[in-house]
């Protein structure tokens, strides 16, 4: 454990990813409730404004039209007097935290992206089943286009969470140099948590992996770089990505599964493209995506 002193320092340092914005996309389901929920606790913990996000299918150029030619399509009036009434029972349960609500037509996915980079936005929280199959707005397909296409932090909920309290928590990622930005980000949301951090590493058939023992030495440089953590690093082998992250989350009990993403999907690499797409859809607890740039 780290001294009081190193605890202190760190707490206290500035930070790389700044949680003053949590955007929460939500269509009023009972899993999307589930994100709600976290999101709300998590903007309690940083001191964070909530924007709420909801989609409505509305007539192409409604943002163009007027006052009274709006009460020209009497169906999307009601679909928005419905949503704002959502949102104000939102409100209700969270008097304390700063909400703002936001309802738009249009392509979602775009406009969720645009809406991203308008309020520099520094963490989505979206609600999604976990292997259950069902379809419902924000689930599945819809979660993890996200994922792909929207370049923010993302925490995926699987499941209702009466406290935010990530214990222990796994990193997976191929520990390249270019991902310490994102392994720093990482540090800077978990730190009001401190929890017992797992590195890990996958040894797969699919993954053109190196010799162990230089994964063995990158996963060394990433636990002292988790300081004033201590870091476990494990490396699994598993015949898929998703699966041996999965496997070692439930040995070890974390409840909290974080991924570094590649804004590119350069071949070679453990962890991108349908990798993590597949964890966010078959995992069965939170899931954090960090993306970051890469050169080249």
């Known amino acids: 454990m780290p001294s009081p002193n190193q605890l202190y320092d760190f707490l206290n340092r500035k930070t790389t ?42 007539p192409k150029n409604w943002e163009s039209l007027s006052v009274s030619e709006r009460e020209g399509h009497p169906n999307a009036l009601k679909k928005i007097y419905e949503v704002e009434a959502s949102f104000e029972r939102i409100r209700v349960l969270f008097p304390d935290i700063t909400i703002e609500t936001h309802i738009t037509g249009g392509d979602w996915i775009d406009r969720l992206r645009q809406f991203v980079e308008q309020k520099n936005i520094d963490l989505i929280v979206m ?6 199959g069902k379809n ?14 929207v370049h923010c932090p993302i925490l995926v909920i699987k499941e209702p969470l009466k406290k935010v309290a990530f214990n222990k928590v796994i990193y997976a990622s191929s520990f390249n140099l270019t991902e310490k930005v994102a ?38 440089d990433y636990a002292e770089l988790s300081k004033p953590f ?29 991924v570094s993403n590649h ?23 939170p899931v954090l995506t960090i993306d970051f740039p890469e050169e080249g």
Do not use: W
Request: aromatic share 8%; with cysteine.
């Open 17 to 58: 990813l700044n949680m003053k914005s949590i955007l929460i996309p939500t269509d009023f389901s009972l899993c999307a409730q589930n994100a709600e929920n976290a999101g709300m606790q998590l903007a309690k913990k940083f001191g964070a404004k909530v924007y709420l996000f909801h989609h409505v299918d509305l």
């Open 127 to 132: 609600g999604s089943h976990g292997t259950s």
């Open 183 to 220: 392994f720093l980000k990482f540090k800077d949301f978990i730190k009001p948590f401190l929890p017992e951090i797992h590195l890990v590493t996958i040894h797969n058939s699919e993954f053109l992996d190196g010799p162990l023992i230089l994964q063995n030495e990158v996963l060394k």
């Open 230 to 258: 201590t870091a476990h690093t494990h490396i699994v082998e598993h015949f898929t990505i998703d699966g041996g992250i999965r496997l070692l989350a439930e040995n070890i009990g974390a409840d909290l599964v974080v």
């Open 136 to 149: 419902e707005f924000f689930i599945g397909s819809n979660t993890q286009k996200v994922v792909r296409r």
């Open 263 to 285: 804004y590119k999907r350069p071949l070679k690499r453990m962890l991108v493209g349908s990798n993590v797409e597949a964890l966010v859809n078959h995992a069965n607890m």
